[in-house]
């Protein structure tokens, strides 16, 4: 759009995005092109790998048993990385986190209220 000779307000507005934020897209994606990429998001994070790959691996080594410190040196990545990964994927993560009985009594609550009303959508 830029090429085309859009304004960043106008890519903002066409993007539903604030100017400060197309501004900084459009500057990324010219830092990019400078280092020989085409502009265009790669798909690897941080660290050269996809986020939720990296999401996955630290949350299987944390399941495992393995510390922040032994995850971020297997991974090559800060501790901290590793730390803020699990918070946030440990918190509210399933419906299991809050205990067996409440979520199975929350799943037969919602059960009821769908048969109840929406019958048609239900069958026996």
């Given at each position: 759009?830029?090429?085309?000779?859009?304004?960043?307000?106008q890519i903002?507005?066409?993007?539903?995005?604030?100017?400060?934020?197309a501004s900084a897209l459009l500057a990324s994606g010219h830092r990019a092109k400078k280092r020989g990429g085409n502009g265009a998001p790669s798909g690897r994070g941080k660290?050269?790998?996809?986020?939720?790959?990296?999401?996955?691996?630290?949350?299987?080594?944390?399941?495992?048993?393995?510390s922040y410190s032994e995850i971020a040196d297997i991974l090559t990545i800060r501790r901290e990385t590793a730390q803020k990964i699990v918070a946030y994927m440990r918190e509210g993560a399933t419906d299991l986190a809050m205990g067996r009985e409440v979520a199975t009594r929350c799943s037969d609550a919602l059960l009821a209220a769908l048969i109840r009303h929406h019958p048609e959508r239900c069958s026996a």
């Open positions: 759009m830029q090429a085309q000779g859009a304004s960043n307000r903002a507005e066409t993007l539903g995005v604030t100017v400060s934020t660290y050269g790998i996809a986020t939720a790959a990296l999401e996955t691996a630290i949350m299987d080594l944390w399941d495992e048993g393995k």
